[in-house]
């Protein structure tokens, strides 16, 4: 396919910067989606939390004595993760809000795929590392698991009903087309 050189700008704004403008979300994907949300803003809190006593690791579960010691400014380093707990809760917000719909499809689905990604190793970590006892299941354990678990199932709701959402329609793609 050859272009001409002066239709390859609005190409590229047809293709490239067209905003994704999704089909509104329904009940269940917003529960979804504000599950996500509150999930990442608790992260952000542990985070502000573990970085106002100075170490690194999670409440409950701090980094060992050799891993604290490799930071210089650990405050600083669980500060940094807050701010990345903030944007994490900004990425799935955007797929259900009326600015989000004016962001292009692809570069939301790049941001969503990647903290949806993310959250997943975190949540599966979170898993991993419950100390879940079944004879004497402790409290803190049990959150972890529920908490871990809905957070999964969360994510990829919110990545899968955006990407169904957002879909171009027919009619968008023939005109799209020089």
């Not at 803003?41 to 106002?52: I, R």
């Not at 903290?115 to 190793?121: D, E, G, K, S």
């Not at 419950?130 to 994510?155: K, M």
Request: glycine residues 10%; hydrophobic residues 55%; charged residues 15%.
């Amino acid at each position: 396919m050859r272009v001409a050189p002066t239709a390859l700008m609005p190409l590229i704004r047809r293709t490239l910067l067209r905003p994704a403008r999704p089909v509104p979300a329904g009940f269940r994907v917003r529960v979804a989606v504000w599950l996500t949300v509150a999930g990442s803003l608790v992260y952000a809190g542990q985070k502000v939390y573990m970085a106002a006593r100075g170490e690194v690791g999670m409440p409950g579960h701090p980094a060992p004595a050799h891993v604290q010691a490799q930071f210089e400014h650990p405050g600083l380093a669980q500060a940094g993760n807050a701010a990345l707990g903030l944007v994490a809760a900004l990425v799935p917000w955007s797929t259900i809000t009326r600015w989000g719909a004016r962001v292009p499809r692809w570069a939301l689905l790049c941001a969503l795929a990647t903290a949806a990604v993310l959250q997943l190793l975190g949540a599966l970590i979170t898993l991993q590392r419950a100390d879940l006892d079944l004879a004497h299941p402790g409290w803190g354990s049990v959150y972890e698991v529920v908490t871990g678990g809905v957070g999964i199932a969360a994510w990829i709701v919110v990545l899968v009903s955006y990407c169904l959402r957002s879909r171009p329609r027919a009619g968008v793609v023939a005109e799209a087309r020089p």
